[in-house]
């Protein structure tokens, strides 16, 4: 079954503004990751947060982490037309390292018009 | 970073034949070896497990009769589809894992006619 639970489903925005998307998860986790995807193409791996982080920056990714909830948030600020993509989050379960399984969220299709 | 190479990128075929998909982690060795189906507008669906040398095992609905997965050393593991019918057309993904990271090959479009 999916772990990830991304919103919203699609995002519309304009060339240089901000973007947010939202994943909830519901097991106990080693770590969470956000890939991208270019339609039709293969993954691309963005950042990885683990359970004892909060926040991680990468270029004008920003992730946030919060265990309590079960939810994670990536903002790319100043966006531009080449970031239309799928985004998905990904969580590798804590399972005492036997039984690992990386599942993907449902995704975001975000897609920034020029 | 790891490279990691699938082969074909894409394949077309008609109903009823079989097709093996390739995945090879060219620069690191995987022990473990995920293999990823992903339909159209869809996320990635995790279809098999293998560990080298070992039987993969399969999620619940995926037939492991019809989704033949040979992970015969550290460095290749292959798909086959067999008996493949149009609702078996999707994008395949494979995912080799080495202690501490996973990586993601390029996928294989899959067309069954």
């Known amino acids: 079954s999916q772990q990830g639970e991304e919103d919203p489903q699609a995002l519309s925005i304009q060339e240089g503004e901000n973007a947010t998307m939202n994943c909830s998860y519901k097991?106990?986790?080693?770590?969470l990751q956000w890939y991208r995807q270019n339609s039709g193409r293969g993954l691309v791996h963005l950042i990885l947060?683990?359970?004892?982080?909060r926040e991680k920056h990468s270029g004008r990714l920003r992730v946030t982490l919060d265990t309590s909830k079960k939810s994670s948030s990536l903002l790319i600020t100043a966006s531009r037309a080449a970031d239309t993509a799928s985004y998905f989050c990904?969580?590798?379960?804590?399972?005492?390292?036997?039984?690992?399984?990386?599942?993907f969220g449902k995704g975001t299709l975000l897609t920034v018009n020029p | 970073g790891a490279v990691v190479s699938q082969h074909p990128s894409r394949v077309i075929c008609k109903s009823g034949t079989s097709v093996k998909i390739e995945c090879r982690s060219l620069?690191?060795?995987?022990?473990?070896m995920f293999w990823y189906r992903q339909f159209p507008k869809q996320s990635l669906m995790l279809m098999a497990t293998?560990?080298?040398?070992?039987?993969?095992?399969?999620e619940q609905g995926v037939e492991k009769d019809k989704f033949l997965i040979n992970h015969a050393s550290l460095t290749l593991s292959t798909l086959t589809v067999t008996s493949a019918h149009p609702e078996d057309s999707s994008f395949y993904i494979c995912?080799?894992?080495?202690?501490?990271?996973?990586?993601f090959g390029p996928g294989t479009r899959l067309t069954v006619t």
């Open positions: 990904a969580t590798d379960p804590f399972s005492g390292g036997s039984n690992y399984k990386l599942t």
């Open positions: 097991t106990s986790i080693n770590n």
């Open positions: 947060i683990r359970s004892n982080e």
């Open positions: 620069d690191f060795q995987a022990t473990t």
């Open positions: 293998s560990n080298e040398g070992s039987k993969a095992t399969y």
């Open positions: 995912s080799p894992r080495s202690p501490g990271m996973q990586y």
